[in-house]
C-alpha cells in the first residue's frame, strides 16, 4: 500500500510480544508506513484470567478501543484481516474493506450482515468466494485476490552450482526442495511425508534426487526426520533445515533443481478451500520446475502449462511427476517460464492495485 504512495498507518493492539526487535528491522520492511498501538486490556498476559476466556476478554477491549479511537481519525479507508473486529471498524463509519483467510464457523448470518456492509471483501480462493456467496453475501463486493510474491527479491540471483555450494548442498544428486512451515494450525500435516515416500521410491529406482526441507517448527522438523530414517532414508537421502528469513529464500530456491508444493488427501477445509500458499507464488517467481499438487484453490493461479501436477497425498504420483520433470526437461523449462510469467502478474503491488481499484473514492487514501 505505502509503495503505491497512500499514507498508511498500521493499528496494532498492546499486548505481550516476545520479539524485542524493532518491527521493521525484524521484517525487513522500509519504513514508509507508521505503527500506531491502541491500548488495551491483554487479557491473554494476565495470569489470573483462563486461557479459554482470556482471548474473548482481550478482543472485547480492543474492539471498545478501536471505537474510541476510530472516532477521532480521518481515515478515508480501513482494510482489516480480521472478521472480529469489524463491528468496530464498521460503527466509524469509514469504507472496510475486509481480506479473508477463512471462513468463520458460527455466526454466519451476522457475519454476511456485516461483509455486505463492507465496500469490499477479498478472498483468497475462488472455491471460498463461491461458499461465501452461497451463504448470502453480495456477489458485486466480493472478488478474489491470491496471495503474492515480492518478485524484486527473485532478481540477481547467483549461480545454481553457487547457491548449492553456499548452501551445503550434494551436487551430485537432483535437489527437490521444499521450502515453508512443516504444518499449518500447528498439527495439520501438509504433505512432507509424501515427499519423503516419494523420494525413497526413487532411491530405490536409483534415480540420484535429494530432498531439502526448510521450514519449521523444530519440533516438527525433528519428528520428520526421525521419520524418514524409520522408513530407511539417510542423511544421504534428505536433510531438514531451520526456517530462514524470508530475504534468504530466493537464494535456498535457487538451490533447488525442482520445488514440490505438496498436500496429503484431505477434505480439510485448508487444502479444499482457503489455502494460497506464498511458497507457490515463490516457486514461479524463482523460475524453477514446480511440481504441484492439484488441490482447487491453485487453480487459481496455476494450470497444467505452468506447473506439473500430482494427485494430492499420492507418492507414486509424485515419483512420476519427479521423473516426468527430469526426463522431458525441454516442457519443463518451458513450464517454469510461464510460471515465472504469472508471478510477474502477481506481485503485491499490483495485487493491491488491483483491491484498491475496485473502491471508488476521490480521496487520497490513508489505509
Known amino acids: 500500500m505505502a509503495a503505491l504512495k497512500h499514507k498508511v498507518a498500521l493499528l496494532a493492539p498492546t499486548i505481550g510480544n516476545t520479539i524485542r526487535k524493532d518491527p521493521f528491522s525484524f521484517y525487513g520492511v522500509p519504513r514508509s508506513f507508521t ?22 476478554i482481550a478482543m472485547r477491549s480492543y474492539k471498545k478501543s478501536l471505537k474510541k479511537y476510530l472516532r477521532d481519525s480521518s481515515f478515508d479507508l480501513l482494510y482489516a484481516r480480521s472478521p472480529a473486529i469489524l463491528p468496530a471498524l464498521l460503527a466509524s463509519g469509514i469504507p472496510v474493506i475486509l481480506e479473508l483467510h477463512t471462513l468463520p464457523r458460527r455466526g454466519r448470518k451476522r457475519f454476511v450482515k456485516q461483509c455486505n456492509q463492507c465496500a469490499k471483501v477479498v478472498c483468497l480462493t475462488s472455491p471460498m468466494r463461491h461458499e461465501l456467496v452461497q451463504w448470502g453475501a453480495d456477489p458485486k463486493r466480493v472478488i478474489v485476490e491470491g496471495d503474492a510474491v515480492d518478485i524484486k527479491r527473485f532478481t540477481k540471483l547467483p549461480a545454481i552450482k553457487t547457491a548449492k555450494h553456499e548452501w551445503n548442498l550434494p551436487t551430485d544428486r537432483v535437489i527437490i526442495g521444499y521450502v515453508g512451515s512443516l504444518v499449518t494450525f500447528d498439527s495439520l500435516k501438509k504433505g512432507v511425508d509424501v515427499i519423503l515416500d ?12 535429494f530432498a531439502w526441507f526448510v521450514g519449521g517448527p523444530s519440533n516438527w522438523k525433528e519428528k520428520y526426520r526421525k521419520l524418514a530414517l524409520t522408513k530407511g532414508l539417510s542423511s544421504h537421502d534428505m536433510r531438514f533445515d531451520e526456517a530462514v528469513f524470508a530475504s534468504s529464500v530466493p537464494e535456498v530456491l535457487q538451490a533447488c533443481d525442482i520445488c514440490v508444493y505438496p498436500a496429503p488427501a484431505s477434505k480439510h477445509v485448508f487444502f479444499r478451500r482457503d489455502t494460497s500458499p506464498l511458497k507457490l507464488f515463490e516457486y514461479l517467481a524463482v523460475g524453477k520446475p514446480s511440481i504441484v499438487a492439484d488441490i482447487p484453490p491453485v487453480r487459481d493461479v496455476v494450470d497444467a502449462t505452468s506447473v506439473k501436477f500430482f494427485h494430492p497425498g499420492s507418492a507414486t504420483s509424485l515419483a512420476g511427476a519427479i521423473r516426468e520433470v527430469l526426463n522431458k526437461k525441454t516442457e519443463a523449462a518451458k513450464r517454469a517460464k510461464n510460471g515465472k510469467v504469472i508471478a510477474e502478474h502477481h506481485t503485491w503491488e499490483k495485487r493491491m492495485e488491483r483491491i484498491l481499484g475496485v473502491v471508488k473514492t476521490n480521496k487520497r487514501k490513508k489505509l
Request: aromatic fraction near 8%; glycine fraction near 2%; proline fraction near 9%.
Open 198 to 209: 516419494a523420494v525413497l521410491m526413487l532411491r530405490k529406482q536409483k534415480i540420484p534426487v
Open 35 to 56: 505503527i500506531e498501538h491502541v491500548p488495551m486490556f491483554d487479557a491473554l498476559s494476565s495470569k489470573l484470567i483462563p486461557g479459554r476466556f482470556a482471548f474473548a
